[in-house]
């Protein structure tokens, strides 16, 4: 082994140095370092290309084909190919956020994760700023190619409110995904199945394929907890004004979505705390299977 | 700052997974009451043999486990109450890590561990290229971690510890499953470390005697979740009552020669093998040897080796458990 | 010498001992399969798990008819219901065998012990694969239930043909096992990605085999496709054998032995290539050493 004296300057506070601006830098680098390997990740493995944009626009396709078989107008086949898109987004919240501490459990460095002082919520904030950026390239290409292959054309009216709504949604739903990485994370190896579980129902109740309004007001008005129940209804009626059953006023909706947005981050941070708490004292962090 | 690490009557049960037995135990005890001061700057040892509680202990001073009684304080901040705190001035390396992302290269995977300590880019990549130099990875810096064999990726691991520069440093079983010569250059470079960095403290807990012998300042030997002795490798040996021993090479002896009647000759076994003669002797002090020399020169029989056998921390901790390390295992406890 | 099987099956004859090995194994492998899936929570959980996806895929087709026919009742309606309930097999077939090489190689790594066992390393990823259908098989009843009770579905006892419908399931499962199969032929070759695989062939075979539309919707190049896959007619057989003529169907000018009889030559087509790719893809894999080489993704 050679030798070399390894003279890094101590990671100690510098003097002047408050407490909470250096807490508050580190978290900062915290969340850029782990989105870097979600951002990263999409460059360096291809296969994101056909599992999270040909597999998607598979499942939309044949969605597609149902509305075919009925002859429903130009709107519904819209209304699927958005609904497959969200379907991205909503597989990046399960699968890469809810999941994902019981995954890196598995392989060890939520161990490590937890012994880091910039503590889970930058890391998990990280995942999610990636996880993001990743999910909202492909979400593009599946409404394109969708659309195209189709030939559906949408209102482009009210770009900024419909930017309003999906900025607004994705922090309702990221948020979710903070709260539920730790639920999953005490259920274990349920984690995995309860994703599964979960699917079908939430594409239901969000009406990924058709306007929650069908379900009738309470049932998606109760469905409107799912932040993408109220953000798809949303943008759908801002792309097809005057012909999409809407739920609930424009500004009833986005209001609601700022509501889950804020509730979602206080439940992420009680629940990140609760559960660190709970894996410290029952060793749950311990268990790999 | 007295003590670098300061445990007092720690204890952690974990609740059984398995239904208990008739009048069997419903929790398992994993620390019993354990006590022990770690000096700064000591490079520290917890030898045990499997499930004898070293993990555990680790895990509550890291932050990552909740103790059931007792206190534990690292650099003079309480584990349960200033855990953020702690985080700061610690890092942790597991051996047989499988931990990181195969996507990543060696140097991103470095890095983003560096930003989860704060360290400003530049710097953090300064000393990760430093630091990949001296565990002899330099070459391997742009190489994915899934490429990695686990030698080199035990290496990454602690310079993934070594970034943060940390007060003290946590080994848990750092050598565990790497061959020798991967093993001895991570001994070598923790040495070199700690060395360099006098007022820095390590913990390391191994089940390899060698390597508690080889490295460690000093050594609490742990069994069963209590710390059954601790002192320096070297007063710890002295302790064991074995007396003397030594290992001699002859001329081949009548099997009935009675060298165990000689004075201060407590006992002897005998191997003949190619012409020679092997004796290993236990001896009630060293002097006694020269009687053993001097009988051997009368019966005309040559004298072609002598070597002294210096007692093991493995023969310490046969004494004081009773059996040997490797049939001390106990199931994991949690 | 005895061989190690030799051994366990002392006094059997050699061709009785061996199917008896076989058999065993594949019991054993769905013990096994069955444990990793159930094993993991209490029966109401799993039981929820089980229909939730089946049930929540049939409702999202009854409202996608509902708001565009305006009613809820309709022969669409039952071909919905019929795709959503049992195509469930089809995906776990698939998933199962994967399970039994990337979960064992990834996960578990019990891989190289089970297959340097002197079992049939086929016999034990069937009996993974039996083990996913079974969870799935669970499933139909309760969707069918409730397709007829709450979506009220057309099905009776006199539409039910317990015949065609027994012989087209048995026909289905050893047709997803021979994709299950391919799947995990290929599965030998890339990396841990390919637990991905199931759900990308299901996705591919889940538009082109009528699972939720009629094929006749598709394209000609599409439709021309479909009908080489056996799930297609197997799809068809089971709907013709629980909705009796009433209900919707993709090929009507086609009688119901000529779809049983396409089902039948399609399966025993696909499960020869299966055999064929699966001992190629196995002596590659050993020849290129990378059986059990885990990808550490």
Known sequence: ?289 | MSHAIEIRDLARTYRSKRPPRSGGPATVVALDGVSLDVRPGELFGLLGPNGAGKTTLIKVLVTLLLPSSGSARVAGLDVVADARRVRELITMVSGGETSGYGLLTVREQLWMFAQFYGIPGRRARARIDELLEVVGLGEEGDRRVSALSSGMRQKMNLVRGLVPDPEILFLDEPTVGLDVGAAREIRAYIKRWIGEKPNRTILLTTHYMAEADDLCDRVAIIYKGRIIACDTPAALRRRSARGSRFVLTTDPLDPGARLGDLPGVVGTEMRTADGRSELELQLADDGAISGVVRALSEGDRKIYSLQKLEPSLEDVFVEIVGRRMEEADEPPSG | ?297
């Open chain 3, 1 to 297: 010498m005895p061989a190690v099987g030799d051994v366990v099956e002392r006094g059997a004859p050699a061709r009785i001992g061996r199917l008896r090995r076989w058999t065993r194994t594949l019991r054993v492998a769905w013990w096994l399969g069955w444990q990793v899936e159930s094993n993991w929570t209490d029966p109401l959980r799993f039981f929820t798990y089980a229909v939730a996806r089946p049930l929540g895929g049939a409702l999202i087709l009854y409202f996608m008819y509902r708001v565009v026919a305006g009613v809820g009742r309709g022969a669409a309606v039952g071909f919905f219901v019929i795709g959503a309930a049992f195509w469930p097999l089809v995906v776990g077939g698939m998933f199962g065998m994967v399970l039994g090489v990337i979960g064992d190689r990834e996960h578990w790594r019990t891989l190289r012990y089970i297959y340097t066992a002197p079992i049939s390393w086929r016999a034990y990823l069937i009996g993974r694969a039996l083990a996913q259908q079974t969870s799935s098989l669970a499933a139909v009843p309760i969707t069918l239930v409730f397709g007829i009770f709450v979506l009220q579905i057309p099905i009776s006892p006199g539409t039910v043909r317990p015949a065609l419908l027994t012989a087209a399931l048995a026909l289905g499962i050893v047709s997803a096992i021979a994709m299950g199969t391919l799947v995990v032929s290929a599965a030998l070759s890339i990396s841990g990605e390919a637990w991905r695989m199931p759900e990308a062939i299901g996705a591919a075979l889940y538009l082109l085999c009528g699972v939720i539309f009629p094929v006749q919707v598709l394209p000609g190049a599409l439709r021309t496709a479909s009908e080489a896959f056996p799930f297609t007619w197997w799809l068809e057989a089971v709907r013709r054998a629980l909705l009796g003529p009433g209900g919707v169907r993709s090929f009507p000018a086609i009688g119901d032995g000529a779809v049983l009889a396409r089902l039948a030559l399609l399966a025993a087509a696909w499960s020869v290539a299966a055999i064929l790719v699966f001992g190629f893809a196995e002596r590659r894999a050993r020849r290129l050493g990378i059986l059990d080489r885990e990808s550490a993704f």
């Open chain 1, 1 to 289: 082994m050679s030798a070399g004296p390894a003279r890094a300057e101590p990671v100690a506070p510098r003097a002047g140095d408050p407490q909470a601006a250096r807490g508050f830098r580190r978290a900062l680098r915290a969340t850029l370092g782990r989105s870097y390997p979600r951002i990263i990740g999409s460059n360096r493995d291809k296969s994101w290309l056909f599992y999270d944009t040909v597999l998607p626009l598979l499942g939309t396709v044949s969605f597609v084909y149902v509305y075919k078989t009925f002859g429903a107008p130009e709107r519904f086949l819209a209304y699927v190919i958005m609904g497959g898109a969200t379907t991205a987004f909503w597989m990046n919240v399960m699968w890469s956020m809810a999941a994902q501490f019981y995954w890196d459990k598995q392989a060890g460095n939520l161990e490590l994760y937890m012994v880091a002082p910039c503590g889970l919520l930058p890391i998990l904030l990280g995942m999610s700023l990636g996880g993001l950026v990743a999910t909202t390239l492909r979400a593009v290409v599946i409404v394109a190619a969708g659309s195209l292959l189709f030939g559906v054309s949408y209102a482009g009216g009210q770009i900024p409110a419909l930017l309003l709504v999906f900025a607004v949604a994705m922090v309702a739903l990221y948020g979710l995904g903070i709260t539920f990485a730790s639920v999953f994370l005490m259920w274990g190896r349920e984690a995995w199945h309860m994703a599964n579980t979960f699917m079908e129902p939430v594409f239901l109740l969000s009406g990924f394929y058709f306007p929650v309004r069908a379900l009738g007001f309470w049932v998606g008005l109760g469905a409107s907890l799912i932040p993408l129940t109220l953000a798809l209804d949303a943008m759908r009626r801002l792309l097809f004004p005057g012909a999409h059953p809407a739920l609930l006023p424009l500004a009833a909706e986005v209001g609601i979505l700022a509501a889950l947005a804020v509730g979602f981050a206080i439940a992420a941070w009680v629940s990140l705390r609760k559960m660190e708490m709970l894996a410290r004292r029952e060793a749950r962090l311990s268990l790999r299977f």
